[in-house]
Nanobody
């Protein structure tokens, strides 16, 4: 599976952005699609994930209630709607897919996109 993330940019505190991740290749194996982020000087961390049907979604505590993950299987695309952005949300955001495993754990994911930078200014 090849992944292409887009939609990052510069936004002020309280603003919104929508990230898009387009998948190509053997997308039928992508049971889970997720977003992770890595802030400067920090380790990469889980943000959100969604299963194939879209019926189950998972969020980190830091984004719950502000971010929404969704998936369009017809377009092989996953979205991350980010509202009420904070300066702490500044990071490179990566999308990833997994054939199974634990949604919150990075080692479950075997395909990764190149990342898109989100910068939130105060």
């Amino acid at each position: 599976v090849q992944l292409q993330a887009s939609g990052g940019g510069l936004v002020q505190t309280g603003g919104s952005l929508r990230l898009t991740c387009a998948a190509s290749g053997r997308t039928s194996s992508a049971y889970l699609m997720g977003w992770f982020r890595q802030a400067p000087g920090k380790e990469r961390e889980f943000v959100a994930a969604i299963d194939r049907s879209g019926g189950s979604s998972y969020y980190s505590d830091s984004v719950k209630g502000r971010f929404t993950i969704s998936r369009d299987n017809a377009k092989n695309t996953v979205y991350l709607q980010m509202n009420s952005l904070k300066t702490d949300d500044t990071a490179v955001y990566y999308c990833a897919t997994a054939n199974g495993g634990m949604p919150l754990l990075q080692y479950s994911y075997n395909s990764w996109g190149q990342g898109t930078l989100v910068t939130v200014s105060s």
